[in-house]
Structure formats: structure tokens, C-alpha cells
T-cell receptor, first 115, second 118 residues
Framework: DTGVSQDPRHKITKRGQNVTFRCDPI?????LYWYRQTLGQGPEFLTY????????KSRLLSDRFSAERPKGSFSTLEIQRTEQGDSAMYLC?????????????FGPGTRLTVT | AQKVTQAQTEISVVEKEDVTLDCVYE???????LFWYKQPPSGELVFLIR??????QNEISGRYSWNFQKSTSSFNFTITASQVVDSAVYFC???????????????FGSGTQLTVLP
């Protein structure tokens, strides 16, 4: 059983460029989450999918951010017109469940550096 | 609003010492879940334990033990006979109930950097 995978692992981009990250969850997991982690802080919730439906979005997710999970499997997170403040580790997690929140399994993250 | 406080930013111990990591949480939900994750230098968060608010029994798993005290809103984590491989950042996290809108996300503390010296 493979874990959560994320691609790319590192991304360096210039301010104003668009970037897209991909997350492949554990295959049988119906829930998928995106978090952002900056240095010295815990992860902060960005958004949540149950199957292909995006059910929650944090206020942290500005209009420049968009996430999709088109077939209820992999997910993409796009940031348009990147800013230096977007530099962070973007973490994807997945879990199995319908009711109560079960434990989330995290991927290795994508480290974004905006120059 | 939910909040998790890990007041210990950094802890350093010598191998074989016992160490306790503190976690204090705030929530208005009557049903909630508490978690501990480990983030080693490689960066990937590793799930350690999940505990619901109705289960106040302490839990032991090998060298790890957890003490949940609802009266003080604390969920502390103890590593017995620490080892160098335990060096990592440890995060405590909380999720709430659907009616409060916090059921589907984890609220993390800022983490405790544990360094175990040989």
C-alpha cells in the first residue's frame, strides 16, 4: 500500500507566475485535504474534498488559489500570480471516513519558493 | 474558534531520559478529537494517535504514552527512555464536531522541537 504522494517536491518560481501542485492520495481514501505550513509553525488548513466535492475552504484560500479533485482521485492545487508570501510547504493529506474525522495521512509536501 | 497551544518550543534531553510534551486545547464543542503527529527532519508528518473526547483513558504504546485530562483541557505526550531517533517536531492537533464547522479539518499547535542527544 503506497502512501500519499505529491509532485513536485520542490518548486522555485518568480513572483507573478502560476504554479500547480499535484497530490495522489491513498487509493481507497475518499477524503483529501490541503494544508500550508510555514517555517516554525504547524500546518494550517486550506481546503477539503470528499470524493470530488470541495466541501470546505479556509479564509486563507484567497481568490488566487484554486483546488480541484476532478474524479475523486488525485487533486491539484493551483496558485495564480504568486507572491513572496506564498512561499511555504504545501501538504496534502487523505483519510477514509464518512462521519467523524479519522486520522489523516500526510504526503511529503511540496516546498514552494517564490523569488 | 478552536486553539491548540504547545508552550514548549524546544526541548533537549539526553538519550534514555523521559520527556513529556505538553498540549493544551480550547474548544466549545462537546465532541472533539485530539491527535499527535511527528515530523522528523525528512519533513513528512507521521500520525501517532487519535483520541476522542469521551475516552479519557490513558494510552500506552511501547515507549509512548498519552495522558488526556478533560478537566484541564490537556493531552500530554510522554516518551520513556528517549532515543536519538525520537528527535523531531511533535504536533498536537484538534478537530471538532460538524455543527461547529470544524469537523473536517485539523487545528494544529505550533509544535515542539525535541532533540535527543546521544
Amino acid at each position: 500500500d503506497t502512501g500519499v504522494s505529491q509532485d513536485p517536491r520542490h518548486k522555485i518560481t518568480k513572483r507573478g507566475q502560476n504554479v500547480t501542485f499535484r497530490c495522489d492520495p491513498i487509493s481507497e481514501h475518499n477524503r483529501l485535504y490541503w494544508y500550508r505550513q510555514t517555517l516554525g509553525q504547524g500546518p494550517e488548513f486550506l481546503t477539503y474534498f470528499q470524493n470530488e466535492a470541495q466541501l470546505e475552504k479556509s479564509r486563507l484560500l484567497s481568490d488566487r488559489f484554486s483546488a480541484e479533485r476532478p474524479k475523486g482521485s488525485f487533486s491539484t492545487l493551483e496558485i495564480q500570480r504568486t507572491e513572496q508570501g506564498d512561499s511555504a510547504m504545501y501538504l496534502c493529506a487523505s483519510s477514509l471516513g464518512i462521519g467523524a474525522l479519522n486520522e489523516q495521512y500526510f504526503g511529503p509536501g511540496t516546498r514552494l519558493t517564490v523569488t | 474558534a478552536q486553539k491548540v497551544t504547545q508552550a514548549q518550543t524546544e526541548i533537549s534531553v539526553v538519550e534514555k531520559e523521559d520527556v513529556t510534551l505538553d498540549c493544551v486545547y480550547e474548544t466549545r464543542d462537546t465532541t472533539y478529537y485530539l491527535f499527535w503527529y511527528k515530523q522528523p527532519p525528512s519533513g513528512e508528518l507521521v500520525f501517532l494517535i487519535r483520541r476522542n473526547s469521551f475516552d479519557e483513558q490513558n494510552e500506552i504504546s511501547g515507549r509512548y504514552s498519552w495522558n488526556f485530562q478533560k478537566s484541564t483541557s490537556s493531552f500530554n505526550f510522554t516518551i520513556t527512555a528517549s532515543q536519538v531517533v525520537d528527535s523531531a517536531v511533535y504536533f498536537c492537533a484538534l478537530s471538532g464536531q460538524i455543527s461547529s464547522g470544524s469537523a473536517r479539518q485539523l487545528t494544529f499547535g505550533s509544535g515542539t522541537q525535541l532533540t535527543v542527544l546521544p
